[in-house]
């Protein structure tokens, strides 16, 4: 480069879109399902990708362990196993969350393999996903990490919705009262609406939902 002012391919860098921040973020695509693990075996995941105005958010769903799980201590009589049971439940409607979006059904999903380990399930699973792309237009709810980066605002331990058609009608995703603190914790925009009657203060407003 002889000058480093100019126009030319390697004197400027490619434009990029950021995901957008929001409860209800439009014209968002599922573009990819895939299974990842780590080389020594200590996590095993499925991947869902998802695309708006040519970049890519990857929500990276780590299958359930058994390590760390615990009795509840609101639930009477809990035990380990009812809480590790109750974690996969959760983790499979979430699965089948984002595969009723592509028009998959239970019935179709029961084609997936589970009797052969995680790695077979999520194969099966994340093939159907993958055959199923169709350019569907959703609205996806994202937050920001611990680092300001954007997310899928999907929570381990329940079920509340994060994704949705755009053809069923207005956008119904909110943020609970928990994700607006974690919100607010993470470092919300500086330019946030703050409301000063609310102990939180922060309120959804400050969210976009047609950027």
């Known amino acids: 480069m002889s000058n480093y002012y100019g126009f030319a391919e ?9 995901f957008p921040v929001g409860e209800g ?17 200590s996590w095993e995941a499925i991947d869902i ?14 299958a359930v362990k058994r ?4 009795p509840r201590s609101f639930i009477p009589d809990d035990t380990e196993e009812d809480a590790y049971e109750d974690q996969i439940r959760t ?26 380990g995680f790695a077979r399930f ?12 169709n350019g569907q237009k959703l609205y996806l709810k994202t937050t920001k ?12 331990y329940n079920t509340t919705p994060f994704v949705q058609r755009m053809d069923s009608g207005p956008c119904e995703l909110k943020y609970t009262e928990k994700e607006l603190v974690t919100l ?14 609310k102990s939180s203060g922060v309120t959804s407003k400050w969210t976009s939902k047609s950027v």
Do not use: W
Not at 145 to 156: A, E, I
Not at 185 to 195: I, S
């Open 91 to 116: 983790y499979n409607t979430q699965l089948l969350h984002i595969a009723t979006k592509l028009d998959l059904t239970r019935e179709d999903l029961a084609g997936c393999n589970a009797t052969k």
């Open 67 to 70: 390590e760390g799980i615990k």
């Open 145 to 156: 990490d611990k680092n300001g980066y954007p997310k899928v605002c999907r929570n381990t």
């Open 122 to 133: 999520a194969s099966d699973y994340c093939e159907m996903i993958n055959k199923h792309l």
């Open 10 to 18: 390697d004197q400027t860098k490619s434009t990029f879109n950021p």
């Open 49 to 62: 990708s998802y695309t708006r105005a040519g970049t890519t958010l990857n929500d990276k769903m780590f």
């Open 25 to 41: 973020v439009e014209d968002v695509e599922i573009t990819g399902a895939k299974y990842t693990s780590a080389e020594n075996g």
């Open 184 to 197: 607010e914790d993470n470092k919300a925009p500086k330019n946030g609406v703050v409301d000063s009657q």
